[in-house]
């Protein structure tokens, strides 16, 4: 995601300048970004000191792409700083994390623009977007996994869903939509279902469901048959594999804006 966002805002004529994660952000950020700068996870000081710099360059404004994962502020060697931040925080699940640098940008003078407004072609429209539509068996466990990840959404623990003949199997949380997929497929074989949503109320800055050709490829692994994502929110990557390999697996996937 990042290196698809560096590379929109440079068409439209804008100047790149990236703050990049060691270890996390791809290096090919260093291709797309006019100048790019690395830091340690966890380096605050450092982020709060790049920022200051940015700010008094002209830096006006600034656009969150790509993902940390959550287990990290687990890490016993994160760069100083990292822990007091979270000691501020009274929990401590995405939207609380992701709000803590917000808080530091804007604070720094810097506004925070909507990480779709770089992403329209990539946003996933309604409809069916393989070969095969969901049976009738899928399309109720689709119901039903809208209603429930919605509600996950709405307590921010997690995006995605899986169901089977109407049953909940796994929910997402730290792991990632992967993890949960595969500990489904553990728990009660092929024929699960993926509905992956944004949260009620979704900012769009930050955290907007993602899903691309490695979704269907773990998908394919635990014999999941069927994936709804939320359209005109839901950013699809790589969409051309996607299709081809959800079609060779025989997966179903539709695009639908309410269940």
């Not at 760069?79 to 939207?95: C, F, I, K, N, Q």
């Not at 804007?106 to 779709?116: C, H, K, M, V, Y």
């Not at 009620?200 to 014999?223: C, H, K, N, W, Y």
Request: hydrophobic share 45%.
């Amino acid at each position: 995601m990042p290196c698809v966002v560096a590379e929109e805002a440079r068409s439209r004529g804008r100047v790149v300048i990236a703050i990049a994660i060691q270890g996390i952000t791809e290096p090919a950020i260093d291709d797309v970004a006019d100048r790019v700068h690395w830091l340690e996870w966890g380096d605050i000081n450092g982020f709060l000191g790049l920022l200051g710099k940015l700010r008094s360059e002209g830096i006006r404004e600034a656009v969150m792409a790509g993902k940390v994962e959550q287990q990290r502020i687990y890490d016993d060697d994160a760069a100083e700083g990292l822990e007091g931040v979270l000691a501020s925080m009274p929990v401590r699940h995405t939207d609380s994390l992701i709000q803590a640098v917000v808080n530091l940008i804007s604070g720094a003078g810097i506004e925070l623009l909507d990480s779709t407004d770089f992403l329209q072609q990539h946003i996933v429209r309604e409809g069916t977007l393989t070969r095969r539509s969901p049976d009738d068996r899928e399309s109720e466990d689709i119901s039903h996994g809208w209603t429930v990840a919605k509600q996950l959404g709405a307590l921010d623990i997690g995006q995605s869903v899986v169901i089977k003949h109407r049953a909940v199997v796994a929910i997402e949380a730290m792991e990632g939509t992967d993890e949960c997929l595969r500990r489904a497929g553990a728990l009660a074989g092929a024929g699960t279902v993926l509905v992956k949503v944004g949260k009620p109320d979704q900012d769009l800055r930050f955290d907007v469901p993602v899903v691309g050709a490695s979704t269907i490829e773990t998908m394919a692994e635990v014999g999941a048959s069927a994936l709804c994502v939320e359209a005109d929110l839901t950013v699809l990557f790589d969409a051309e594999q996607f299709r081809s390999d959800a079609d060779a697996a025989g997966i179903a996937v539709v695009a639908r804006k309410k269940c």
